[in-house]
């Protein structure tokens, strides 16, 4: 099994830039689906950034393009959640997780979430 153990987060103004960070712990392949979730209060969760831990197959949801940049060290075992050009819509708790099989759909390992709040 994998533990996941999130830091980063907090308060900005628009335009501003935060970094998340997800420390690994446990045996971890480079097939292994990573990504960013979030979820702000009323909506759905959605998908913001994955990867394979290999750090291929990047994807970003349509929302952060250009803005978020996923990327991880693998001698750290520590995901990372780049975001700059924050703006309100932005705010929302961020989950980072992973699955164990490498065309999964769900993931089977959470973070304990971290708040980033966007302020106008």
């Known amino acids: 099994p994998l533990t996941l153990v999130q830091s980063g987060g907090g308060s900005v103004q628009a335009g501003g830039s935060l970094k998340l960070s997800c420390v690994v712990s446990?045996?971890?392949?480079?097939?292994?689906?990573m990504a960013w979730f979030r979820e702000a209060p009323g909506k759905e969760r959605e998908r913001v950034a994955s990867?394979?831990?290999?750090?291929?197959?990047?994807n970003y949801h349509d929302s952060v393009k250009g803005r978020f940049t996923i990327s991880r060290d693998a001698a750290k075992k520590t995901l990372y959640l780049q975001m700059d050009n924050l703006n309100p819509a932005d705010t929302a708790m961020y989950f980072c997780?992973?699955?164990?099989?490498?065309?999964?759909?769900?993931?089977?390992?959470w973070g304990q979430g971290t708040q980033v709040t966007v302020s106008s």
């Open positions: 990867m394979k831990w290999g750090a291929y197959n990047i």
């Open positions: 446990g045996a971890i392949a480079s097939t292994y689906p």
């Open positions: 997780a992973a699955a164990v099989y490498p065309f999964a759909t769900e993931y089977d390992y």
